[in-house]
């Protein structure tokens, strides 16, 4: 049987920052579509600390990419982390999507863009002395941004901000670090992304 070629991009949030190989969403969406029977053959470009531009980069770095069956898309967190303004982000996030698309044989419809996390709700953002409140408004006009483009393109777009923001901060739901998801955390993610994608 001949493997689907799965493309998972990203930031720290897709490399699994703080948790085991396993624990990572990818990984663990990859596990439970190989328990269904679909067999998968992932691979990931991703690194924490990453923001649109330099995720872009990286994908230029790795090219020839090929083609793949499927991809998700999650970046933006160390835009808004950087200060960068929503305007930058939502040109480098639109080019990344027409980009992401093109690498799925332009069936935008087999990518998924997940939202950026709120990490404002954990104790990694209390103990910065950031504001939680800014965190969320800025966050929240990013994900608004790839929810418009999304609709745009027609690729799906996995709103994860209401699940996070109301188990993010809870000591289960996070890595060692106080600031990224735990592989509980990330478990939840797939139970929606199973639900989400065709």
Same mark, same amino acid.
């Given at each position: 049987?001949?493997?689907?070629?799965?493309?998972?991009?990203?930031?720290? %949030?897709?490399?699994?920052?703080?948790?085991?190989?396993?624990?990572?969403?990818?990984?663990?969406?990859?596990?439970?579509?190989?328990?269904?029977?679909?067999?998968?053959?992932?691979?990931?470009?991703?690194?924490?600390?990453?923001?649109?531009?330099?995720?872009?980069?990286?994908?230029?770095?790795?090219?020839?990419?090929?083609?793949?069956? =499927?991809?998700?898309?999650?970046?933006?967190?160390?835009?808004? %982390?950087?200060?960068?303004?929503?305007?930058?982000?939502?040109?480098?996030?639109?080019?990344?999507?027409?980009?992401?698309?093109?690498?799925?044989?332009?069936?935008?419809?087999?990518?998924?863009?997940?939202?950026?996390?709120?990490?404002?709700?954990?104790? =990694?953002?209390?103990?910065?002395?950031?504001?939680?409140?800014?965190?969320?408004?800025?966050?929240?006009?990013?994900?608004?941004?790839?929810?418009?483009?999304?609709?745009?393109?027609?690729?799906? =777009?996995?709103?994860?901000?209401?699940?996070?923001?109301?188990?993010?901060?809870?000591?289960?739901?996070?890595?060692?670090?106080?600031?990224?998801?735990?592989?509980?955390?990330?478990?939840?993610?797939?139970?929606?992304?199973?639900?989400?994608?065709?």
């Amino acid at each position: 049987m001949q493997s689907l070629r799965y493309l998972a991009l990203g930031d720290s %949030y897709t490399i699994g920052e703080g948790v085991a190989e396993h624990e990572r969403w990818p990984e663990q969406w990859c596990a439970a579509l190989r328990k269904a029977d679909v067999a998968v053959d992932a691979r990931i470009i991703a690194r924490t600390g990453w923001t649109t531009d330099e995720l872009w980069a990286a994908m230029d770095a790795a090219e020839p990419l090929g083609q793949f069956d =499927f991809a998700s898309l999650l970046i933006g967190v160390n835009n808004q %982390y950087r200060g960068r303004s929503a305007d930058i982000y939502r040109t480098e996030f639109a080019a990344l999507i027409e980009r992401t698309i093109g690498l799925v044989g332009d069936r935008p419809e087999q990518v998924i863009v997940l939202a950026i996390p709120d990490w404002g709700v954990t104790p =990694f953002a209390r103990a910065s002395g950031r504001d939680a409140v800014q965190i969320a408004r800025e966050l929240d006009a990013y994900n608004e941004i790839a929810r418009d483009i999304c609709s745009l393109e027609g690729a799906n =777009f996995l709103d994860i901000s209401p699940l996070v923001r109301e188990n993010g901060g809870d000591t289960d739901m996070l890595a060692d670090d106080g600031l990224h998801p735990s592989g509980a955390m990330y478990a939840r993610w797939v139970e929606l992304l199973l639900d989400t994608m065709p």
